[in-house]
Structures are given as C-alpha cells and as structure tokens.
C-alpha cells in the first residue's frame, strides 16, 4: 500500500471510525486497560456460531486507539474465533517497527479483544461471569500521539 493511500486510509477511519459503540446484549464484553494512564478499550462480540458476526468498541482513549479499534473490528468481523486469534497475533508481531506511542494504541484494542474472548469462554460455565480486564504491557504518550496526527495532517495539507 501507497503512504497516500495509507494515510487516506487512516483518516477515513478517523472521521469515521466503523463498528464504535456500544453492542446491545452481547456474547461477551472484554476491557483493555492501560494501567498508566487509565486510557481503556471495551470490545463487545456476538457470535453466530463460532464466527464474530458483530464487533463493537467504545474508547477512552486517544485517536489512534479509536482508528486501530475500526481498523481491527473491520479486519475480524465475519471471521471464526481461531482466524480472528491469528489475525490479532500477527498484528502483534508487527508492534516492535512502530514508535511505541502507536504499538500502545493497537495492544489496548488487542488485549481488549482477548479478553472479550475470555469472557466469551468463561461464560460457558457461569452465564453470570465478570467481564475481564488486560492491562497493556508498551508504554503511551497521548499528548505526544495527539501532536504526531496534528504534525501529519498539516504536513499532507501543505
């Protein structure tokens, strides 16, 4: 893919990021934390099957997070639960060629992901299961990620 057609790409998920809100009566709910500063991704899925048939995701969190959550829940929508783990893994892999500000962003909806699968798991023998949590391991800088996107979209502009 192009940097024009990536960058495009990129803020047609801004402006309109896909699959964002809530998800009435889900399958399962998960949570993405990041313990440093109470940033949070909650993914909602309802499964027909063994396949995602609906992803939503909500976002305390900072832009990139709100695009790598409709990138993601557009990537996974539609796939059985084991292509959508592989998915997510790879994406994961590919986290250590990005500034970590961004491979923070992704890792919160990842493990949101991964805990809804929990959830999903954990209700097989106890329908009234808590809703998990994952705590992200890289490090994020908001204010720092907020300036980079201003920097770039000013930058395409000129």
Known sequence: MEKN???DLTMDHMMNPRNYG???NPDATGIGKNPENGEMVIVY???EGDRIAKIAFQAKACM???IAGS???ETVKGTTLEEAKELTRIMLSKLDTVPPEEAA???LVAEAFFAALE???AKKSDPDALVPTRMITQRCDPEAMGKQLVDDIEKKDS
């Open 45 to 47: 899925l309802k499964m």
């Open 22 to 24: 809530k998800l009435e």
């Open 5 to 7: 057609e990536l960058y």
């Open 105 to 107: 962003c992704t890792e």
């Open 64 to 66: 990139t997070t709100v």
């Open 119 to 121: 959830h999903l798991e």
């Open 71 to 73: 990138i993601f829940t």
